[in-house]
């Protein structure tokens, strides 16, 4: 699983790295950053599933892999 | 309140300052929802209200058709000469003008920059529960929620702090003076323009560490910006900091106030806080946003013409059905929450971090100082109308 911020779309509400602080972070201006290339371990799937359900722009989409 | 005649039809007389939609909006706001999405009224001179979710947030979304020149309802249209910033940058501007205007803002309020203010926001609340030692029955607005944004927020603008109440007496005049004539309205602008003049050129003369004369030292497209300029900013950063977070911290504590089991399990379970802010943010929204209408034009089958107002409630579209399950509930351990307390798109409130982090402490501090808490008389709780709601007067029993 792997995870992406529409930067277009991001407003810095900032639920994403409050949600999930392993997978994302903030920037200077408060918008959300995948941390590395967005691979999401086995044991945060769940943090990331709920870091897209509380996005309030819907800019957060996960590409499964396997 | 009480400058208008009461409501007696929602769908198409409502008032947001009636005495009715104060003391508990839901339920208009759930009939609406059903009946009429978008209701209409002849006051202020038409404005609009949708109360769904998807409407509420196509129009936040929609700045083609809608602009932010005012975003206070009232009988006073700002004019479209102060355009692009409008009357308070950026909230009142429109795009492009308003990216840049946003952006200079926006590392102040970041989740960093908020972290270094926790440790004095949370002195504040400390001496605001010690200031209530020995009291049976305090009243959590009045005592404790107004004062820890004021504070905040004096501090990061270079404004004294001992201005309290001058700050909160602009405040409501801006946010619940909506219905007051034009003149009075006017006048009190004159008067929060004037108080900030003086402090705006004390700090040219004497520049500090702080957001005035951070703001004095700032550039927008390629020009120093004037006094007026950051008089304007600096009067949005006042009145949008204010209200809005009081209003938050108490409407939690009122709801915590009445919920017994909630508040034993925040007690308990204090790493739960962060959750249950959120919900407590999507149940209580403090604030409704508004816009005037750029041309006539039809939008989901409704006339608007020029100049409308439409407000937009993000309170009511926390409570939408078809967005929330339970949506009437309040879930403390609510996991998916994409509630729009804080607006939705580039309007953003840009001061979000900051309220939280706000919320949290001045929670965190009174359920430690006061583990047992219980309304004291339900009936003399009191709710602002308007724009931004939140009790205002809230008595409560702090020794269980």
């Known amino acids: 699983m792997k995870v992406r911020i529409d930067e277009a779309r991001c407003e810095g509400h900032g639920r994403c790295y409050a949600t999930a602080p392993v997978l994302f972070e903030p920037d200077d201006i408060g918008n959300g950053h995948v941390i590395g290339d967005g691979a999401v371990p086995p044991e945060l799937e769940h943090q990331a599933r709920l870091a897209v359900a509380n996005c309030p722009e819907q800019a957060i989409t996960i590409e499964e892999t396997s | 309140?009480?400058?208008?005649?009461?409501?007696?039809?929602?769908?198409?007389?409502?008032?947001?300052?009636?005495?009715?939609?104060?003391?508990?909006?839901?339920?208009?706001?759930?009939?609406?929802?059903?009946?009429?999405?978008?209701?209409?009224?002849?006051?202020?001179?038409?404005?609009?209200?949708?109360?769904?979710?998807?409407?509420?947030?196509?129009?936040?979304?929609?700045?083609?058709?809608?602009?932010?020149?005012?975003?206070?309802?009232?009988?006073?249209?700002?004019?479209?000469?102060?355009?692009?910033?409008?009357?308070?940058?950026?909230?009142?501007?429109?795009?492009?003008?308003?990216?840049?205007?946003?952006?200079?803002?926006?590392?102040?309020?970041?989740?960093?920059?908020?972290d270094k203010l926790e440790p004095s926001t949370r002195a504040y609340c400390d001496e605001l529960i010690a200031a209530m030692q020995g009291r049976d029955v305090v009243d959590a607005a009045v005592d404790y929620a107004q004062h820890i944004p004021v504070r905040v927020i004096a501090n990061m603008l270079g404004l004294p702090e001992s201005d309290a109440d001058v700050f909160r007496g602009f405040v409501n005049h801006v946010l619940e003076g909506v219905a007051l004539p034009i003149e009075q309205r006017v006048d009190g602008m004159i008067a929060l323009f004037g108080y900030l003049e003086g402090h705006i050129k004390d700090h040219m003369e004497n520049p500090r560490d702080d957001l005035i004369s951070f703001l004095l030292d700032s550039e927008l497209e390629g020009q120093k910006l004037d006094p007026f300029q950051v008089g304007r900013t600096i009067a949005l950063l006042l009145i949008a900091g204010i209200d809005t977070t009081w209003s938050a911290i108490g409407a939690s504590i009122w709801h915590l106030a009445k919920t017994p089991a909630d508040r034993e399990r925040l007690v308990n379970e204090p790493e739960l806080l962060p959750v249950a802010m959120e919900e407590l943010l999507r149940a209580y929204a403090p604030v409704t946003m508004a816009r005037l209408v750029k041309e006539d034009m039809e939008w989901n089958?409704?006339?608007?013409?020029?100049?409308?107002?439409?407000?937009?409630?993000?309170?009511?579209?926390?409570?939408?059905?078809?967005?929330?399950?339970?949506?009437?509930?309040?879930?403390?351990?609510?996991?998916?929450?994409?509630?729009?307390?804080?607006?939705?798109?580039?309007?953003?409130?840009?001061?979000?971090?900051?309220?939280?982090?706000?919320?949290?402490?001045?929670?965190?501090?009174?359920?430690?100082?006061?583990?047992?808490?219980?309304?004291?008389?339900?009936?003399?709780?009191?709710?602002?109308?308007?724009?931004?709601?939140?009790?205002?007067?809230?008595?409560v029993r702090v020794t269980g």
């Not at chain 2, 009224?41 to 083609?64: F, H, K, M």
């Not at chain 2, 798109?345 to 402490?361: K, P, Y």
Request: glycine content about 6%; proline content about 10%; aromatic content about 10%.
């Open chain 2, 1 to 114: 309140m009480g400058h208008h005649d009461a409501v007696t039809d929602w769908q198409t007389d409502f008032d947001h300052t009636d005495d009715v939609w104060a003391a508990d909006p839901y339920p208009i706001w759930e009939e609406l929802r059903e009946k009429c999405p978008v209701a209409h009224t002849e006051r202020y001179g038409g404005v609009w209200l949708p109360t769904r979710y998807d409407d509420v947030s196509a129009i936040a979304y929609d700045t083609e058709k809608f602009t932010s020149r005012s975003i206070v309802v009232s009988e006073f249209r700002p004019p479209a000469m102060l355009a692009p910033a409008g009357i308070a940058p950026p909230i009142s501007s429109d795009p492009p003008y308003h990216h840049d205007a946003r952006r200079m803002l926006l590392p102040i309020f970041s989740p960093q920059a908020v």
């Open chain 2, 301 to 395: 089958g409704c006339p608007m013409k020029a100049d409308d107002w439409v407000l937009l409630p993000f309170p009511s579209a926390n409570r939408d059905p078809n967005e929330f399950d339970d949506a009437d509930k309040v879930i403390i351990d609510r996991e998916i929450n994409r509630h729009a307390a804080f607006g939705l798109g580039i309007h953003r409130c840009a001061g979000s971090h900051l309220a939280r982090m706000e919320l949290r402490v001045a929670l965190e501090v009174w359920l430690e100082a006061f583990p047992r808490f219980e309304l004291a008389d339900p009936d003399a709780v009191k709710w602002s109308g308007g724009q931004v709601r939140g009790p205002r007067v809230l008595p």
